[in-house]
């Protein structure tokens, strides 16, 4: 076995020039190949997969092609400019100082040589010289580390500041659809947007900041020690140990785990489990007065262990891999270092002199010490590729939310109908699901000083044709009372007029949304001042009304005494308004919110359920004092003499669109009353004259 160790390296020492330039055309080679074969096989996918590659590679969040794709769209978001950029040039700074620590590093390594072999030298005075080097190096070295670290918290606070803030652009648009309710009611892929927004992002830009930097760092580190090593070993004895180092990191590439999904879907799973904790809040008064707690906490029970039982999985594929990969990379590379290190003493002429000795020695060290390094940098490549796949994950979650953004923007919804099956609706879908015979084109709102319905389909976010035609027309000055049973298109009708819902089919005339004013059951109440309450949504910035005269519309509804400085709130109490007031005394404080903007146009619905009848008089005759035209929900009769028009859902895709006399419509309901009087008494009657010819035959 020494016989041949020793042939080998004669022939080695005898053959080494042919053999170096054997040894690099075989590396060149390879390189072309494996890009040759890279190509191919790329391409080889994007033609086999066609369309069905692209409906599913929102799902997916491998390292592959659409994860690149997704995360070039995002870079071109937190990186906006180009060179112009802030976060461009932090970058640049931040590569300076890696390119600085390697710089040292190297350095470092030959000074660590040099102080061994000083020492077995036994020179102490260029020892003690040696440890004052090593001293002064340390002052820039650990500098550079704690900048790193520095740029690399920057870096990730100005990557979610991007992100966030484009994100908000969209989510919450100044002068666009409500993109914020339409991406929860009229379509299902994204389950939680604010989890993606508040935890996503952030781990997103972390993410991507770190993985700068443990890239970049490593690769930069591998290829300066590598060309330091190959001036002190040779190039083909470093490609040699190269080259079992990628053959083993590329096995353990093809046993890890997919990480980045497992990832993705732990993100979603913890969203949903944040969800049902939110549900609970919001809804925690209906679930009290149930007493539903323990259906309630059976629910939460199964989003948590499903959510326990999916990061005990991952757990457990991370032990596993762990184990494997800690073997090849600290035993195995560190073996195959000794052998790369052992080259210059084994492959040289071996001579006994105490310098000779010395200079091995610090050979021995430099090239232990850089290798070692070349090492940790490799494995943190190869670590790096768990946190790539994290990358991916996130990558994910965040790219799905701004697609779907796309989609609604360009009017493609994708909801979960009531029969289970999952529909990709656009507006020509539903348009044609609203007529009989024929296709009816895209509807569109045309800004008007009226409103107009004409040929309008009312179609529910689960493709439900409520009403195929709507036509009706209110002009400024009217009034409009609009009646029907529950379901059959009442208030989605004001979600079309609002531009909620989008409009499938024919012409919706409106004036523009600053005209039109909407007053729910149960108004919104902001946490804010009692003056913020009155002026929303405008900010208190652009409030164009006095304390006095804001008290002044309080008293129109009867509430001015909430402003009392001993007994009320003042103008700038802020709490949660919801909690401290009644369900009547919202109601009121939405009538004063809409005294004090005065539009053209009013949507109430069933907005005085919880007040009197004197207050609710008060309500509708000041604001057609102030020159509101209504569109009324409700069933009260007490309702019908402050409107002139109706328009009446018969629940079956039917209805009718008339003038209202509320003086006849009363008659009628009160002989309607009459005759249904009459009526349940017929049997008795129809008993009782039975009885009469009974006694009539005796």
Known sequence: MVGLVQAITHYYVRHKKPITRGVYALLILSIVNRVRAGASKSSGKSGSSGKSATSSSSRRSEINKEFFRKLVKLLAIVVPHGIRSREFWLLCTHTGFLVLRTVLSVYVATLDGKLVASLVRGRGQ???????????????????????????????????????EHILSRYLPLNEGPMYYEIHNLDDRIKNADQVITVDVVKFASSLAELYSNLAKPSLDMVLYSIKLAQNVGGEGLFFVGSLIQLSAYGLRLLAPPFGKYVAQEAALEGD????????????????????????????????FGLVKHVNRILRRRLVYGVMEDFV???????????????????????????????????????????????????????????????????????DLLDVMDDISNGIYEKQTVSGIDSRIT???????????ETVSQGKIVIDSSIEFENVPIVSP??????????????QGHHLLIVGPNGCGKSSLFRILGGLWPVHGGIVHKPPSSDI????QRPYLSRGTLRQQIIYPKKEKDNTMSDAELK??????????????????????????????????????????????????AILDECTSSVSLEIERIMYTHAKQLGISLLTVSHRPSLWKYHDLILQFDGHGGYIFDDLDAEERLRLEEEKLKID?????????????????????V
């Open 126 to 164: 260029e020892f003690l010289l040696g440890i004052v080097w090593w001293m002064l190096v340390a002052v820039p070295a650990t500098f550079t580390n704690s900048m790193l670290q520095y740029l690399q918290g920057t870096i990730g606070l100005r990557f979610r500041d991007r992100l966030t």
């Open 273 to 304: 489990f944040r969800f049902l904790h939110t549900k609970v809040i919001d809804s925690a008064e209906e679930i009290a007065l149930y007493r539903g707690q323990e259906v309630e906490k059976t629910v939460l029970d199964v989003s948590y």
């Open 329 to 399: 990379i600290k035993y195995v590379w560190g073996g195959l270092g000794f052998v790369l290190c052992s080259i210059p003493v084994f492959f040289l002429d071996n001579g006994r002199g105490s310098t000779q000795v010395g200079d091995r020695t610090q050979g021995f060290i430099t090239n232990r010490r850089l290798l070692m390094s070349s090492s940790d940098a490799f494995g943190r490549i190869m670590f790096s590729y768990k946190e790539v796949a994290q990358l991916a994950g996130y990558t994910t979650r965040v790219c």
């Open 427 to 437: 507006s020509q879908d539903a348009a044609a699901a609203a007529t009989t015979d």
């Open 462 to 475: 689960n493709n439900d044709v409520l009403v195929r035609s709507l036509s009706f027309k209110v002009p």
């Open 517 to 520: 004013f909407y007053i729910p």
């Open 552 to 601: 002044a519309i309080l008293q129109v509804v009867q509430i001015g005494e909430l402003v009392d400085e001993v007994n009320g709130y003042s103008w700038d109490t802020e709490t949660e308004w919801k909690e401290e007031l009644s369900i009547g005394v919202q109601q009121r404080i939405a009538m004063a919110r809409l005294f004090y903007h005065s539009p053209k146009y």
């Open 677 to 697: 009087l009459v009526l349940r008494n017929v049997d008795d009657m129809e008993k009782r004259l039975q009885e009469l010819k009974a006694l009539q035959v």
